[in-house]
């Protein structure tokens, strides 16, 4: 939301006739209970009110860079807080709040030269902001945690716990958490984390305890509601997905968090014409990596348009080769296409891992079937092979176990299934399982014979990385391999922060 205008509408000048009966006082008051209840919009609408009738009061001029900066308007901010200096305002929070206008303007080098040799939490946490938005997570990473060292600050804790919990550091997140409940323990963002956490750790009741309670205490956010709503999707609750999607549509519908979430909704309803005409005007901005990107295609190969989803999907893998679902569409929108050769060229990767399921298998089934490959007949047999339910059944309940963390479940779960050890994806996932349970050498073991049979997937150079790091062992082929994963995958947030934390 951009308030380029805000100057103009509060110089004495523009202030409209007949403005006067608003009380500056009541209004002020109201934006201030609406900050501190972190429902920015209100308390912006409510101090704009009041500067109609005060517009030279700095206090509200204060309050409304402030609530703009929460509101991500760096414009608005921005014009403001230049009416505070010619008001005469300086020092400390002048100058911080300047600095953080300058970076949602995407003006890294303004901030920097605002904040000069700030040593404070708040400096260190743009200076960190920046660099995360710049893809630097090494020096994300450290300006982190120079902001921790110097001092407790909420936001600051905020920002670092996300990183961390985007490298799945969970303990480290648990102890910025800490900072957070210090500092701001009835914020919304500490109930957040708190629910973060607890579902990274497979604490689903307590993930929804925390995200419920933050639904009630902040009911003009949309946040809590698309952390009920991904809990929900996540226990193949669908109806109650919908339902907090409705919920948080009614109070953001632009919100990028609550616009992904209808999206997804629609997508899961099989509503595809929605799909389409919500994703169809943002098509030439859409990552074809991300979730909307991907569905985008799906709508536009179940409403016939064979060749334009088969475009998106082949650009999707060449950003993602490693993507599972991006590869068997393409496969999907190859057959549609009738080019049956594509298709089980593209479907092959899946169809051969020992993890091939049911729908993979039909895939390369129709495929070879359309090529005339001679093929066809393993694909057929494995897909009426008495093992493949067992096998999926071991590979959902290795998952089931990773996901709530406990990797010995994983270790056994991943063993039992027949040929494993000749799949990379499989090897892959037990080096993740060893490395969280401290068996070093099993966890190199599995990396590299998974790096060995796919060396240029960017999920095998990374793990490879990952065990070694974990080990402190051959740091500098750690930070090599994670090098080369960040290059093939670079809005990987994941790899980012774990090559942050191999110091590269």
Wanted: aromatic share 6%.
């Amino acid at each position: 939301m951009k308030r380029i205008f805000a100057s103009l509408l509060l110089a004495p000048g523009l202030i409209l006739a007949g403005c006067g009966h608003h009380d500056p006082a009541a209004r002020f008051a109201e934006a201030k209970a609406a900050f501190a209840a972190e429902d920015y919009g209100r308390a912006r609408a409510a101090v704009l009110a009041g500067l109609e009738s005060d517009h030279g009061n700095r206090e509200m001029l204060l309050l409304l860079a402030r609530a703009d900066l929460a509101l991500g308007d760096g414009d608005g901010a921005g014009s403001v807080l230049t009416q505070l200096a010619d008001l005469g305002m300086t020092g400390v929070p002048w100058t911080e709040l300047s600095a953080e206008a300058a970076l949602l303007r995407g003006q890294a080098r303004e901030m920097d030269r605002i904040l000069g040799d700030d040593q404070s939490a708040v400096a260190w946490r743009l200076r960190g902001e920046a660099a995360l938005a710049a893809r630097d997570s090494t020096s994300a990473l450290a300006d982190f945690q120079h902001g921790m060292a110097a001092g407790n600050d909420f936001r600051l804790a905020v920002d670092y716990a996300r990183f961390l919990i985007d490298g799945d550091d969970i303990d480290g997140a648990e102890r910025a958490l800490q900072i957070m409940r210090k500092t701001g323990a009835e914020r919304l963002d500490t109930l957040l984390i708190t629910g973060t956490i607890a579902q990274h750790r497979g604490q689903l009741d307590a993930a929804e305890r925390a995200y419920g309670e933050a639904a009630k205490r902040f009911p003009a956010r949309a946040e809590p509601l698309v952390a009920l709503a991904d809990l929900a999707d996540l226990r193949g609750a669908p109806d109650v997905t919908a339902r907090y999607a409705d919920q948080a549509r009614a109070i953001a519908p632009d919100q990028p968090q609550v616009f992904a979430l209808t999206v997804r909704v629609a997508a899961e309803k099989g509503d595809w014409a929605k799909v389409r005409d919500m994703l169809g005007p943002r098509e030439s901005s859409l990552d074809l990596r991300s979730f909307e990107g991907l569905a985008y295609g799906e709508a536009l190969l179940h409403l016939g348009h064979a060749e334009a989803a088969r475009a998106i999907y082949q650009k999707a893998l060449l950003l993602s080769p490693q993507n599972p679902f991006a590869r068997l569409m393409l496969a999907e929108s190859d057959l549609a296409a009738n080019d049956g050769a594509g298709a089980l060229s593209t479907i092959r990767p899946l169809a051969d891992s020992v993890l091939a399921g049911p729908r993979e298998l039909d895939v390369a089934i129709r495929a070879a079937s359309m090529a005339h490959d001679p093929v066809l007949a393993r694909y057929s047999e494995r897909l009426h092979s008495p093992q493949l339910a067992a096998i999926n059944a071991a590979a959902e309940q290795a998952q089931a176990a990773m996901a709530r963390r406990d990797w010995s479940g994983a270790l056994a779960a991943y063993r039992a299934i027949p040929g494993y050890d000749s799949d990379a994806e499989v090897l892959k996932r037990l080096a993740a399982v060893a490395t969280n349970l401290a068996q070093h050498d099993a966890a190199l073991g599995f990396a590299d014979r998974a790096l060995a049979l796919d060396p240029r997937n960017p999920d095998m150079l990374h793990m490879a990385g990952l065990v070694r790091l974990n080990a402190g062992r051959d740091l500098d082929t750690a930070q090599t391999l994670m090098r080369q994963a960040l290059e093939r995958d670079p809005t990987n947030r994941v790899f980012r922060a774990d090559f942050a934390r191999a110091g590269g």
